[in-house]
């Protein structure tokens, strides 16, 4: 199905378009606003006006969309890293239990972060870092934990921009 918004071809029986996030329904009657520049959708011969608008699935599944997964994920698979090198060097090697808290943690507002896109799991995790590196500093005398945050930086950016574009989505119905 070819957009009548942007132009772009979708697949056969693709409600929206994976470009712009118009829908792709034959019977909705596009008008283009001149003050805004946004497409405007006509729903009033519409039954059911709750499938004008993609699900957060077939959000994520929009190409501008994708790239900001993408980061949210690698900030993951970091906060992930860091928790496994933290059972590693403070748990199993240092014999530290109370390390065992730092893992949970970390892999737990990474988990956040991957599959809520949580804005506030990410937040946490950068001021948690910010606290590791001060506890680090009086404990050893220097700083460390820069990884985190790394990853709490990473994750607040990314996480923002997604919560961001689909707030945008709802508002307007644009990608």
């Known amino acids: 199905m070819i957009c009548q918004s942007c132009g772009r071809a979708?697949?056969?029986?693709?409600?929206?378009?994976k470009s712009c996030g118009a829908p792709l329904e034959s019977?909705?009657?596009?008008?283009?606003?001149n003050t805004t520049g946004y497409?405007?959708?006509?729903?009033s011969g519409n039954m059911?006006?709750?499938?004008?608008?993609?699900?957060?699935?077939?959000?994520?599944?929009?190409?501008?969309?994708k790239s900001l997964i993408k980061n949210i994920t690698v900030a993951a698979i970091i906060a992930y890293v860091v928790g496994f090198i933290s059972l590693?060097?403070?748990?199993?090697?240092?014999?530290n239990v109370f390390g065992l808290l730092d893992v949970i943690i970390v892999v737990g507002l990474g988990v956040g972060?991957?599959?809520?896109?949580?804005?506030?799991?990410s937040i946490v995790l950068l001021v948690y870092s910010f606290v590791n590196m001060i506890y680090m500093i009086i404990l050893a005398g220097m700083p460390g934990g820069w990884l985190i945050i790394v990853c709490g930086?990473?994750?607040?950016?990314y996480t923002f921009k997604y919560q961001n574009a689909w707030e945008r989505y709802q508002q307007t119905g644009q990608l």
């Open 10 to 17: 979708n697949e056969q029986g693709a409600r929206f378009c």
């Open 27 to 33: 019977n909705v009657n596009v008008q283009q606003n």
């Open 39 to 43: 497409q405007q959708y006509d729903m």
């Open 48 to 65: 059911n006006v709750s499938t004008t608008r993609m699900t957060k699935e077939e959000f994520n599944q929009c190409a501008n969309i």
């Open 88 to 95: 590693i060097t403070n748990v199993i090697l240092g014999g």
């Open 113 to 121: 972060i991957h599959m809520a896109k949580s804005r506030a799991c």
């Open 153 to 157: 930086i990473y994750a607040t950016i």
